[in-house]
């Protein structure tokens, strides 16, 4: 069994564990299916907005995408919740990831 057939079979068994839909999200980024991955990181970031990981993905999936602004919208909102989790790893990464599409002009 591959690593998308465990993943999807793990999900049945826990559809809320948004640490399984991230995996599953890469996985999907990894076979270039991306749309798939894309409503992966949307679900977590409606069901689990605080899962503050999703954040740096999706913009970085928007940005391959060419989709400036939702990459910007998503570094911004990562950041905000990193802010309020006290978690500074993450805003630092984000905060990088921003300064680098923002100074793209």
């Known amino acids: 069994?591959?690593?998308?057939?465990?993943?999807?079979?793990?999900?049945k068994e826990s559809p809320q564990d948004s640490f399984l839909l991230f995996a599953l999200a890469?996985?999907?980024?990894?076979?270039?299916e991306l749309k798939k991955a894309l409503d992966h990181y949307r679900e977590i970031v409606e069901k689990d907005?605080?899962?503050?990981?999703?954040y740096?993905?999706?913009?970085k999936l928007y940005e391959r995408q060419q989709q400036r602004a939702e990459a910007l919208a998503a570094y911004e909102e990562g950041?905000?919740?990193?802010?309020?989790q006290g978690d500074q790893h993450s805003l630092a990464e984000l905060s990088a990831a921003h300064m680098q599409?923002?100074?793209?002009?």
Do not use: F, I
């Open 26 to 32: 890469k996985e999907y980024e990894k076979r270039n």
């Open 101 to 105: 599409l923002a100074g793209e002009d």
């Open 1 to 11: 069994m591959d690593r998308l057939q465990q993943l999807l079979g793990l999900l």
């Open 79 to 84: 950041m905000n919740k990193s802010r309020q």
């Open 56 to 59: 740096y993905h999706l913009g």
């Open 49 to 54: 907005p605080d899962y503050v990981g999703v």
